[in-house]
Every structure is written in structure tokens, then in C-alpha cells.
């Protein structure tokens, strides 16, 4: 399976939203929390043009924010995207 990562703030309730939903359909992340870092966040902004978290990464492919996953999960995409070979 490839690595999922979640870029996160605390104050972000899509963050914390997205987290239950991937812990509960049973999937590992690593999270890169943002709370206290205005100048990664600056740099994630320009590097992916979203300007909101969550922003969640598959290896190196951008998948989107929140509803962006949400999306893939609900047409059977996100499974297929983790378990694509890299």
C-alpha cells in the first residue's frame, strides 16, 4: 500500500473530520500538522494551489483536500489509488 499523508492544522474541523473517516474505513496515515508552521503552510499553498487543509498526499500525487477524498472514497478510487504501485 503506498503511503497516505494528511496535512493538517488543529483548529481544522475537515481535518479532524477526515482523520475519524479514514481511521474508521480502517487506513494508515501520517500527518503533518501545520498548527504552528505559517511558513510550510505557505510553501504546501503555492506547491499544490489549495489554500485550505486537509491536503492529502498518496506518495508523491496530490489528491486534494476534503471533499476531494471523499469523493474518490464514495466511486471506489481511493483503494485503487493505495494500492497502485508507485
Do not use: H, W
Not at 1 to 9: A, E, F, G, P, S
Not at 47 to 64: A, I
Amino acid at each position: 500500500m503506498r503511503k497516505l499523508t494528511i496535512c493538517t492544522q488543529d483548529s481544522c474541523s475537515y481535518c479532524k473530520q477526515l482523520k475519524l473517516f479514514l481511521t474508521r474505513l480502517g487506513y494508515f496515515y501520517d500527518e503533518i500538522d501545520l498548527t504552528n508552521r505559517p511558513e510550510a503552510f505557505q510553501a504546501l499553498k503555492e506547491e499544490t494551489g489549495l489554500f485550505s487543509l486537509p491536503q492529502v498526499f498518496v506518495g508523491d500525487d496530490f489528491l486534494g483536500g476534503y471533499d476531494n477524498i471523499i469523493e474518490l472514497q464514495q466511486n471506489g478510487k481511493l483503494k485503487q489509488l493505495l494500492d497502485r504501485e508507485a
